[in-house]
């Protein structure tokens, strides 16, 4: 893996530059340029967990370190409203990407999940006590809601698409 500077930046093959004269201190660079060292940082890193994700102190820790953080948004709503709204935020930035990047795989996904979702519903409605448990909780869930929640959640989105169009 490790390229010669005489080789060129193993990301876009273009010259290493040479570093000032009085910058000569640590590493020298082993690409051209901070694009190209951010990509590279990237593909090692990738690597690195490509090689970890299968053993067994990384299931461990991985394990550990789910129970933990559960525990913790367990005993400080706070922390889990945030750490919820964080997650949401990088997911909808992640979705945004794939939609831009490749849509055809987006739609791909999106096909599973709807395959997904019709088989869950499929097995919970084969199920009577199960599906009457469900809709139970439904129920429950729904007459939980604020009236603030209720119009956010179910009116203002309704009332959105009516103006839009």
Known sequence: MAASID???PICGGPIPERARGSRHGHPPKTCSEACRKVRASRREQERYARVRQSSAWKETRAAYIVKLKQRMDSDPEFALIFRAE???????????IRSIDPARHEQMKAEKRAERAAWRQRLESDPGAWEA??????????????AERDRIFYAPRRIRLTRG
């Not at 469900?134 to 009236?147: I, M, P, S, V």
Request: net charge positive.
């Open 134 to 147: 469900h809709k139970a909780a439904c129920r429950a869930w729904y007459a939980g809601l604020t009236d």
């Open 7 to 9: 080789e060129g930046c």
């Open 87 to 97: 997650a949401a935020a990088r997911t909808r930035e992640w979705n945004a990407r």
